[in-house]
């Protein structure tokens, strides 16, 4: 079952307010302005192209789940974009399948990964946007 963007945006909220849920890599849905505020902050900043129906994208989903709390990924924040209802984001970043991994810091790209279910190398690739 697919949760909706502002639904899951609602949950994601909550759990920032509850104390101790903070993490250090922030998993948020796509929004097109939560991308260009990191990108013009200069904040590391990854896109997920994630669909629902995709197994590598469930393994890549527990992989982000697993490697939320470490430290060296603090400041860094995950938007997962539902592949298959963000085509136009897809043609802007060159992206042609599910499963890719797109990270920024600020508006350079600093590494893409796709298909990748390995935590060690999903967690190299995000540290290059430090």
Same mark, same amino acid.
């Given at each position: ?8 945006? @609602?949950?994601?909220?909550?759990? /920032? ?6 993490? *250090? =890599?922030?998993? %948020?849905?796509?929004? *097109? ?6 990108? *013009? ?12 129906? #995709?197994?590598? #994208? ?14 060296? =990924?603090?400041? =860094?924040? =995950?938007?997962? *974009?539902?592949?298959?209802? %963000? ?9 042609? !399948?599910? !499963? ?12 893409? /990964?796709?298909? %990748? ?8 690739? @995000?540290?290059?946007?430090?």
């Amino acid at each position: 079952m697919r949760i909706r963007a502002p639904i899951f945006a @609602l949950l994601v909220l909550v759990a /920032l307010a509850i104390p101790g849920l903070a993490r *250090a =890599l922030d998993i %948020e849905p796509y929004t *097109a302005a939560a991308l260009r505020e990191a990108q *013009a902050a200069g904040r590391p900043v990854a896109v997920h192209f994630h669909a629902d129906w #995709c197994p590598t #994208c469930k393994a890549q989903q527990r992989v982000f789940r697993a490697i939320r709390d470490d430290p060296e =990924l603090k400041g =860094l924040t =995950l938007l997962v *974009a539902h592949y298959d209802d %963000e085509k136009e984001l897809r043609k802007a970043m060159n992206v042609r !399948s599910q !499963s890719v991994i797109v990270v920024f810091r600020g508006d350079r790209e600093t590494a893409r /990964l796709g298909g %990748e279910t390995r935590p060690a190398k999903i967690k190299a690739a @995000l540290l290059t946007a430090r």
